[in-house]
């Protein structure tokens, strides 16, 4: 059993969540792009490196970060161009100013469930952006699920067929509301014979005006805020779609210039 079959297995991880289109590369270089990035790419929590290489592709100078080990082979192996190295979102150190850009997506930003994580990711960037820095982010929207439960604990079926055999997933979250957590149980049954594998996650539920207060006491300033369109909303972004002005739908997209140095410390 693994402590996380689809980051465990990458291969499985992209025939779950396929994306031959680059929907989320190509989003996040438009966001670059309407903001005047320069080159220099920090991926954070890039997984296996789809999104680094298509900004590769197009001319960027792309590092991407991950703490799975199997990630980062994979995306060396599959995804090359970019430099691929182990870092920790809840706190890195990659060298100060050294790039353009900071980009954290599908949610992997809300793996800092506390305070001090969120402030200790959020410093790291500040440290590893150049003056006029941008961070883009995408993510679930912790408002979304005030008094909605729509995606909420009624378990959802999903099956896929990968290299012949069938893989169904059994998932359900629930809020947990003391510790403003989104909570994920998923249950793995495949059709060869394996045993069952049960996976645990969760993503911190962070609110606009939270995730404002948040970047502006870390020194940015928010450029965009939004809930769509973006690379996972329905309908999806597409080229010449600009930002919407709402933030009420079930995710959030956030693009932010680092400013000045911040002036005050966050209590956790």
């Given at each position: 059993?693994?402590?996380?079959?689809?980051?465990?297995?990458?291969?499985?991880?992209?025939?779950?969540?396929?994306?031959?289109?680059?929907?989320?590369?190509?989003?996040?270089?438009?966001?670059?792009?309407?903001?005047?990035?320069?080159?220099?790419?920090?991926?954070?929590?890039?997984?296996?490196?789809?999104?680094?290489?298509?900004?590769?592709?197009?001319?960027?100078?792309?590092?991407?970060?991950?703490?799975?080990?199997?990630?980062?082979?994979?995306?060396?192996?599959?995804?090359?161009?970019?430099?691929?190295?182990?870092?920790?979102?809840?706190?890195?150190?990659?060298?100060?100013?050294?790039?353009?850009?900071?980009?954290?997506?599908?949610?992997?930003?809300?793996?800092?469930?506390?305070?001090?994580?969120?402030?200790?990711?959020?410093?790291?960037?500040?440290?590893?952006?150049?003056?006029?820095?941008?961070?883009?982010?995408?993510?679930?929207?912790?408002?979304?699920?005030?008094?909605?439960?729509?995606?909420?604990?009624?378990?959802?079926?999903?099956?896929?067929?990968?290299?012949?055999?069938?893989?169904?997933?059994?998932?359900?979250?629930?809020?947990?509301?003391?510790?403003?957590?989104?909570?994920?149980?998923?249950?793995?049954?495949?059709?060869?014979?394996?045993?069952?594998?049960?996976?645990?996650?969760?993503?911190?539920?962070?609110?606009?005006?939270?995730?404002?207060?948040?970047?502006?006491?870390?020194?940015?300033?928010?450029?965009?805020?939004?809930?769509?369109?973006?690379?996972?909303?329905?309908?999806?972004?597409?080229?010449?779609?600009?930002?919407?002005?709402?933030?009420?739908?079930?995710?959030?997209?956030?693009?932010?210039?680092?400013?000045k140095p911040p002036t005050g410390t966050i209590t956790p």
């Amino acid at each position: 059993m693994t402590d996380n079959l689809l980051t465990d297995n990458p291969t499985l991880y992209e025939a779950r969540f396929p994306d031959p289109g680059r929907l989320a590369g190509r989003w996040t270089e438009d966001c670059l792009r309407r903001h005047g990035s320069g080159k220099r790419v920090l991926d954070l929590g890039c997984g296996t490196g789809r999104d680094a290489a298509h900004l590769h592709g197009v001319g960027r100078e792309v590092t991407g970060a991950d703490l799975s080990e199997a990630m980062l082979a994979h995306a060396r192996e599959r995804h090359p161009g970019p430099d691929y190295i182990r870092a920790d979102l809840h706190g890195f150190d990659l060298g100060q100013g050294v790039f353009d850009a900071v980009v954290c997506l599908d949610s992997a930003l809300l793996y800092c469930h506390t305070n001090d994580q969120l402030d200790g990711f959020l410093s790291s960037c500040r440290r590893a952006l150049a003056p006029g820095g941008l961070l883009v982010a995408e993510m679930r929207n912790g408002a979304y699920f005030l008094g909605r439960t729509d995606l909420l604990d009624t378990p959802r079926v999903n099956e896929f067929t990968w290299r012949g055999t069938v893989h169904r997933s059994v998932t359900t979250l629930t809020v947990d509301r003391t510790d403003q957590l989104l909570r994920r149980r998923r249950v793995w049954t495949a059709d060869d014979g394996s045993r069952p594998v049960e996976q645990r996650s969760a993503w911190r539920l962070l609110f606009p005006q939270e995730l404002r207060h948040l970047l502006a006491a870390h020194g940015f300033e928010v450029l965009e805020l939004h809930d769509g369109p973006g690379p996972r909303t329905e309908p999806p972004w597409h080229e010449g779609l600009l930002p919407g002005r709402t933030t009420d739908a079930d995710r959030l997209h956030v693009v932010a210039r680092s400013t000045k140095p911040p002036t005050g410390t966050i209590t956790p």
